[in-house]
C-alpha cells in the first residue's frame, strides 16, 4: 500500500472549564464556525468526521475534535501557520491543561473514520509509551512506512 492509501488522523481532547453557553467559553464559541471553516478550505484537509461512537468514552464536558489530512506537513501549517493559532494560543482560558497527551497523531487507512474506542486507545498508548509509530505528536512524528512496519509490534 501505498501513502495514498492513508491519512494522518488528527485528535484532541480539551475539558471545558464551563459548558458551551457559560460566558466564559464565548471567545472560544464564537470562533468555531470561522476556524472548521478556514480548516476545510485548506490545502489537504480531508474531513472533520463526528466519531459515530460519540459520548460513548468522552463526558459531555470533554471535547473531542477529530480531523483527517493528506499530510503532517498541512496539518502543521494549519495548526502553527493559520489564524487557527490566535485560538490555540487562547486555550487554557476556555480549557484545563493537563499533564496527560492533549492530541494525539496517527495513520489510518483512506476511509476509517476514527471512534472514541480507538481514540482512547491511541491516547493511552502515547501516554504510557511516548511518541511511536501507532500514536504520535509534532514533536516526534513517524512515516507510513514506519508505521507500518511497527503495527506489528503494538502491545496495549
Do not use: C
Request: aromatic share 14%.
Amino acid at each position: 500500500m501505498g501513502e495514498n492509501s492513508y491519512y494522518l488522523i488528527q485528535v484532541n481532547i480539551a475539558t471545558a472549564r464551563a459548558a458551551m453557553d457559560d460566558p466564559i467559553m464565548k471567545g472560544f464559541v464564537d470562533r468555531i464556525d470561522e476556524i472548521d471553516k478556514l480548516a476545510q478550505g485548506w490545502p489537504g484537509f480531508i474531513a472533520q468526521p463526528t466519531p459515530p461512537d460519540e459520548g460513548s468514552i468522552y463526558p459531555e464536558n470533554m471535547l473531542v475534535n477529530a480531523s483527517i489530512w493528506e499530510s503532517e506537513d498541512a496539518l502543521r501549517k494549519f495548526t502553527y501557520e493559520s489564524h487557527h493559532v490566535e485560538v490555540f494560543m487562547r486555550r487554557t482560558e476556555w480549557f484545563f491543561q493537563s499533564e496527560l497527551p492533549n492530541y494525539v497523531l496517527y495513520w489510518a487507512p483512506v476511509g476509517e473514520v476514527p471512534i472514541e474506542v480507538e481514540i482512547k486507545r491511541r491516547f493511552d498508548y502515547l501516554h504510557r509509551h511516548g511518541a511511536t509509530p501507532f500514536a504520535f505528536n509534532f514533536d516526534k512524528s513517524f512515516t507510513i512506512e514506519e508505521m507500518l512496519d511497527y503495527s506489528d509490534k503494538v502491545e496495549l
